[in-house]
């Protein structure tokens, strides 16, 4: 390749997310669960969080993340031409959450489906979405994060119920061929994806439609998913920073999926990196699996703290077990 030759890359032109309702604290489940603040603090880091009423589905939260992403990056919904959904509570067990999103948006006919690797999906889907656009299927997509956690909690199982929360994240996602594919140029530099599915039984739902026929409730080994978690996220960033010669000191913000912040201070301790550029939204958002990267991301640059041009490092782990990695120049 001559040094004059462009590279196409899919960047980030548009972010927004949606929370639905008044947060939820941890004081207020005290009042109806046998658990304390002061436990879940300490133990996870989560103050609070956002619980969708009955009539709110998984579709009208990515819907409004959606729009808020699209007038941020300032196209239409007719500028879209393919829609990735990460979710592990669709509305139904079909359609995809992606095409109810397609329909209400009013985007042109386009590829839309929805990816399912849980609290790893928002990665899973960018990695998806990276590779449609560099290969000419999409031009400029919409990629989201969106979950009804609470569907599937037990309420009398407070090792579980008080983490999770409800929520959206998106992402409009366009190819450009402005740069030379250096790393200094915009866009998604690498992304890189993992499953161990002999660790499937240490965190799941216990239903399903070929199964029970009901949706089931979330069942989690909390200390076994902790130890992965740690080992897990230390090695992807690894690999991350090794795939792309990089230094620990080069990434500007670590936006990590939000589950417990002291997993996320292990990975920053494994990078040196300190706390201030970490983007932290488990305190106000729980564990809102797929949707906690873009909503986390999209927090910190419609505060302006992440600004065009900045090294960002995202990393999460979920259910199956699967975990990965992005390395983004926003
Ligand atoms: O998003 C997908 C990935 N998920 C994760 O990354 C989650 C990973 N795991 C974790 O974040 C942590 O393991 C938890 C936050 C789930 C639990 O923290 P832990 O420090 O591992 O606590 P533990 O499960 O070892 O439980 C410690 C104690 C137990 O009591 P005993 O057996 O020591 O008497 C629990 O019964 O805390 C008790 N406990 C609670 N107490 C008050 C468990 N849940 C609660 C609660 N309130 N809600």
Known sequence: MSESSSVKRSIITGVGSFLPGEPVSNVDLEKTIDTSDEWIKKRTGIERRHIAAKDVSTSDMAVEAARQA??????????????????????????????????????????????????SGFVYALSVADSLVRTGQSKRMLVIGAEKMTSLLDWNDRTTCVLFGDGAGAIVLELDEQGQGSIEDRGILSTHLFANGELKDILYVNGGPSTTGQVGHLVMEGREVFRYAVEYMADVVQKTLDHNNIKASDIDWLIPHQANTRIIAATAKKLDLPMEQVVLTVADHGNTSAASIPLALSAAVHDGRIKKGDLLLLEALGGGLTWGAALIRF
């Open 70 to 119: 699209l007038e941020h990056s300032g196209y239409q919904p007719s500028d879209i031409d393919g829609i990735i959904v990460a979710t592990t509570t669709p509305d139904q067990t079909f359609p995809a959450v992606a095409a109810t999103v397609q329909a209400r948006l009013g985007v042109p006919i386009c590829p839309a489906f929805d990816v399912q690797a849980v609290c």
